[in-house]
């Protein structure tokens, strides 16, 4: 799940802040698991890869290459970017969605 769908962008961005949408996001991670359709992976460049998380809005990985490592194989994960340029070699085998937060730029590949 992620709040970044455009069917919901205008209504539910506009009245929640990034942490409360960073919340809601957690929830349907653990709590609603079972009745949304994929997990948001959060991504920082102050992260840690070495986290045995999925990349929790409080405890994010750091890495790209780390998030589709965590990434659900079958797809409908979202893999969310902090502001940062995220400069590393990357294959992606397994369909999922790479998104920023409305937070600032994110570059992927060098600046």
């Known amino acids: 799940m992620s709040y970044h769908e455009a069917a919901s962008k205008d209504t539910v961005e506009n009245r929640m802040t990034e942490l409360q949408l960073d919340r809601e996001a957690d929830t349907a991670n653990t709590d609603r698991a079972a009745f949304v359709t994929g997990r948001t992976v959060f991504l920082s460049p102050s992260g ?6 999925i990349g929790s809005s409080m405890f994010p990985h750091r890495t790209l290459n780390r998030g589709q490592i965590v990434a659900d194989p079958n797809g409908g994960d979202i893999l969310l970017l902090r502001p940062a340029n995220y400069d590393e070699q990357l294959t992606i085998n397994k369909p999922l969605t ?9 570059t992927i590949g060098k600046p």
């Open 48 to 53: 840690f890869d070495t986290f045995p998380f």
């Open 98 to 106: 790479i998104r920023a937060t409305r937070a600032g730029w994110v």
